[in-house]
């Protein structure tokens, strides 16, 4: 194999044509089917993308290529998603924050099942964890909601100290948060359930982060991001196997689901 100089390494790093490495790193990225991919979401080898765009949910193989999409009813400008199964049936979940409202549809499809009034009209991400929890992120006021995904009960509140969008949860019982902040911080925050922060890892070299969904099987983190320079979006996955290289001491890993 012939050897890359080092300006040239650096500069294929620079434009994400090459993975980088350590905990946090960019692995790979394809383009994003639709604008405004607000949301994100992983199933097994397949991730879908919420876009404002449209309003179209697209679900995708990881390397990008479109399996289908479905137009999104009821929803006008939708940003968190997350996909569950609740009593044999498989659901995605959509926030709203032009209608205020989080919207439950029937997975594969376009079909509204229900909905709920959101917490706030500034509701951003969705994370399902079990047919009785999810958790939910308000942009303006910066807050964790811990709630009922069928019923929309608030079960608890938690003061974040960033805005978040979108987010994930982690079955090792983390939560994996965006943090956008007008375009002057590009990262994604691996918080406690109660949104103690541990670490962080910068998007900045893919673009701005919105959408974000994690992938159990391998340990990676997805991120829907924004490039202004090319006004291109797209859908970078990030390593964050084995522990963060920085991680506070006083915490540690969280191995239970309210700790």
């Not at 917490?119 to 964890?129: C, E, H, I, T």
């Not at 964790?144 to 079955?171: E, K, Q, V």
Request: net charge positive; glycine share 10%; aromatic share 16%.
């Amino acid at each position: 194999m012939k050897r890359l100089s080092f300006i040239t390494l650096a500069a294929l790093l620079s434009v994400g044509l090459v993975a980088e490495a350590g905990w946090g790193s960019f692995v790979s990225k394809f383009r994003s089917p639709g604008k405004y991919a607000y949301g994100v979401a992983y199933r097994p080898g397949q991730i879908y993308i919420a876009c404002f765009g449209g309003p179209v949910l697209w679900r995708t193989t990881t390397t990008g290529s479109v399996i289908n999409y479905y137009p999104i009813k009821g929803a006008i400008r939708p940003h968190g998603l997350t996909r569950g199964t609740v009593a044999g049936t498989t659901y995605y979940w959509l926030a709203d924050d032009y209608l205020g409202y989080i919207y439950r549809c029937v997975d594969n499809s376009s079909t509204v099942h229900g909905s709920f009034p959101a917490p706030s009209k500034y509701g951003r991400g969705l994370a399902f964890v079990d047919a009785s929890h999810m958790y939910h992120t308000d942009y303006r006021g910066s807050m964790l909601y811990r709630m009922h995904p069928m019923s929309g009960s608030i079960y608890g509140s938690y003061a974040l100290t960033f805005r978040p969008y979108d987010l994930a949860y982690d079955p090792d019982g983390y939560l994996w948060i965006v943090n956008l902040y007008a375009t002057t911080v590009a990262e994604v925050k691996m918080c406690t359930t109660k949104g103690s922060v541990l670490a962080s890892f910068s998007t900045k070299r893919q673009g701005i982060p919105y959408g974000c969904g994690y992938d159990a099987e391998g340990s990676y983190v997805w991120v829907s991001v924004y490039k202004k320079s090319t006004d291109l979006w797209s859908v970078a996955r990030y390593d964050v196997a084995g522990e963060p290289a920085v991680e506070p001491a006083s915490i540690g890993k969280v191995k239970a689901l309210y700790r």
